[in-house]
């Protein structure tokens, strides 16, 4: 059958699984960003995979795809700035100096002070 002909209804219906799929997805970085270290244990997070359908996305759900994809967006920056930060506090640690790193108890550093 082809996308022309596709009820909008069963349209709307397939998109509406793909973007509930997606925001399930964001959710759970979310969660992850949030301090839940359960998410990835609970399965929350999986393999993406591009969905498929069977015409373009119906007007009515638009609205709904940007927020997820801003939402997306603002996973991501959070994402790469928590890698940043490790980065820099592993490279600081890594400037130690070899005797602190033999101490007999253990040092915190704050980078962010």
């Known amino acids: 059958m082809s996308a022309e002909r596709l009820p909008l209804h069963d349209l709307v219906e397939e998109w509406t699984i793909v973007l ?3 925001e ?18 609970r399965g929350d997070i999986g393999p993406w995979q591009v969905p498929t359908t069977s015409g373009p996305i119906p007007d009515v759900l638009v609205p709904r795809a940007r927020r997820i994809a801003d939402r997306q967006v603002d996973a991501q920056e959070a994402l790469v700035a928590r890698m940043r930060s490790a980065r820099e506090q592993r490279d600081v640690v890594r400037r130690l100096d070899p005797g602190t ?3 007999t108890r253990s040092v915190y550093l704050d980078t962010r002070a």
Do not use: C, P, S
Request: proline share 0%.
């Open 20 to 22: 509930d799929q997606l």
């Open 24 to 41: 399930r997805d964001v959710k759970a970085i979310e969660d992850v960003l949030a301090g839940d270290d359960q998410a990835v244990a």
């Open 101 to 103: 790193r033999r101490a």
